[in-house]
Each structure stands twice: as structure tokens, then as C-alpha cells.
């Protein structure tokens, strides 16, 4: 079982003192918050492809690097970044390729019925307010989607004046970025 490889991998880890290139501590090095995709390609290639060591920066991930709603999780993660943990850049990092893009909201819903979730939960759950072909919204084009997450942060009541917020593209192949967006524009 792959836990189990996990866990006796990880006692080895531990005694052998694995751990030791990686000490630092919580405050980001380079100042910077990074919200990207959770993109598999992306794990080991987005930091070294940018020279990002441990302790550099404050990593968000989720799907499709996209922040939805100003008060999300994301963002209150970018906002503690700031506040708690000193950063005072923030990059958003979209990808080539991305799972999200094309999204197909009805193939998705229907994979979850094909997987046992109940048409009555998927109703009960709209008339509470929570719209599954929202909730799961792809994006057609990767600069656009970027630049919409960037406008959220830049545009954040919360955002303190000093903090710079970016937009880029990187290649899920070659590590290559594309700057979208910079400060003022
Ligand atoms: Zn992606």
C-alpha cells in the first residue's frame, strides 16, 4: 500500500537526518506569495525552473490557479502571507495545458452521478446556494483567467499599498514563463 511505502520511507527520512538540507524557517526568503496550479507537472519544475529553494517562498496551490472569489481560501492565505509572514510580492502562475481550461461542467457533474453522488444531493445542495457549474468553472484562455486573478488581489480592499501582484504563464514542459501582467498595467 503506498501509505505504508510513505510512512516506512519517512521513519528512514527522519533517523537518517534527510531533513537537514531543508531547515529554515517560516518567513518566505524572497518576500513572496506564489499561487499556481496543482498541476503533477508542475511539483518539481516550477521551483527549480524559477531557482525557488525551501524556505524561499509561501506556495498556494489549487486547481487552475484560479482565485473565484475575493474571500476565499486562496486569498486569505495570500492576506496571512502578507500580514503574518512578510511577503510583499505576489506572483500568480497559470499553465500551458491546464486541466482547467476547456473545462466541461456538465461531463464533470455527470461523472460524479456516474460515481454514486445522488441527483437529490446535487439539487439539495443548489437550493442552499451552492451552484455546482460555478463552483467547478473552467477557463477558456490561461492569460485571461491570470489576469482575472490578478485584478482580484490588486483590487482587494485588504491589499496593503506596497505589495506588488504579477501575472505569468509557465510552460508544464520546458518551465518556460510568459509574463502576463506586471504592476500598473
Ligand atoms: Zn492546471
Redesign the pocket.
Known sequence: MILDDILAFNQKFVENEEYKPFETNNIPNKKMVILT?M?TRLQELLPKAMNIHNGDVKMLRNA?AIIPDPFDSIMRGILVAIYELQAEKVLIIG?RD???SHMDTDRFIQTMKDKGVKEETIQSLEHAGIHLHDAFLGFDDVEKAVSHSVSIVRNHPLLPSYVTVDGLVIDPNTGKLDLVTTKGE
Open positions: 496550479c498541476d487552475g499553465h491546464c486541466g482547467m
